[in-house]
């Protein structure tokens, strides 16, 4: 079965969706796994590119599902570390008492249930990576300890007297403002300024909404074959919902929202307007924020992604592209004129 893209009556646009993912992947493709065309992603390819190869400390920089972790685990990938652990742990996801001993491990006996020593995060990522997801969420204690093991390369298992060497890069990510929270007293700032070594911003998606095409293509192939349902595609008054919404919670978000439609398709097996909830683009949608960009201007970032697509698609041939996108060699002409795009790597 095909996978295409609707556009409605007036324009029979047909693309497959596995191109469109594929095509999708461009200058990220390298062993990075990160969807996108747009001019924020590629600069984040080549960001991510330059930064692989160092062994300083990055701080990843971005708004929650923005994929942090993935942009992390790029870095490892590329890295000449790529052979060894790439360890991940999140602070917002384990108790505060527990947190110390699963970075740093525990000795027998060191506490009610140690019955055994126990090796932490840190010796598990030993000559590889560790990801500190949420970096902004360590507890005061927490804090100091990292700061020890960053400065000295060597830690102390909870309730052991001995030092232990380890050689870890680290790869920290937050979606907090941690000088904020240095001026407020929240955060250390000896270790900011450890971990304040490289930065790497994520855009977030509301910044790249040209993304979203061969982001939905991607997660609609991997969603429809893990639950065995046969999507045909997308209808053009779903693009243009997709388009107009905030993303507040950016790719997580858009993931989330295409997992309940492809369990609400229309009768034909597409993903239409229908299928994303009457409430979607309305709670999560930020008036102040959107007021510079309207619907209006979303939906030319989609046509001109659409029309990147099918130039690249058909090697620049401009005809074919026009076929492609039922239009005439001189209407794409003259939407790629109001819309000044001129290629697949027109900004």
Partial sequence: MGWEIASGPEAAERHALEELARDGFGPCAESMGIVGWSGGIRRLGDRIRALARSHATV??????????????????????????????????????????????????????????????????????????????????????RLLRVIQEGELRRVGDSRSRRVDVRI?????????????????????????????????????????????AASFLIRLSRRDRIAVRGV????????????????????????????????????????SLGESFGIAGTSLVRDRAADLKGRTRAYEAALIRSALESHGGNKANAARSLGLTRQGLWKKMRRLKCFGPDSP
């Fill in 59 to 144: 701080l990843i920089l971005g708004e929650t599902g923005t994929g942090k972790e993935l942009v992390a685990r790029a870095l490892h990938a590329l890295s000449p570390r790529a052979a060894r652990p790439f360890v991940p742990h999140n602070f917002g996801a384990i108790a505060d008492t527990l947190v110390e001993s699963e970075l740093f491990g525990h000795a027998r006996g060191s506490f009610t249930g140690a019955h055994q020593d126990r090796v932490g995060l840190f010796e598990a990522a030993h000559q590889g990576t560790l990801f500190l997801d949420e970096i902004g969420d360590a507890s005061a204690s927490v804090q100091s």
């Fill in 171 to 215: 790869l920290a990510a937050t979606h907090r403002d941690l000088g904020g929270e240095v001026a407020s007293g929240r955060f250390r700032a000896d270790l900011f300024y450890r971990l304040h070594v490289l930065t790497l911003p994520v855009p977030p998606l509301r910044d790249r909404l040209e993304d979203i095409p061969p982001l």
């Fill in 235 to 274: 209808r053009a008054d779903a693009w243009t919902a997709l388009a107009g919404h905030s993303w507040p919670g950016n790719v997580r978000e858009l993931m989330g929202v295409l997992e309940r439609a492809c369990h609400a398709l229309d009768r034909e097996g597409w993903v239409s307007r229908c």
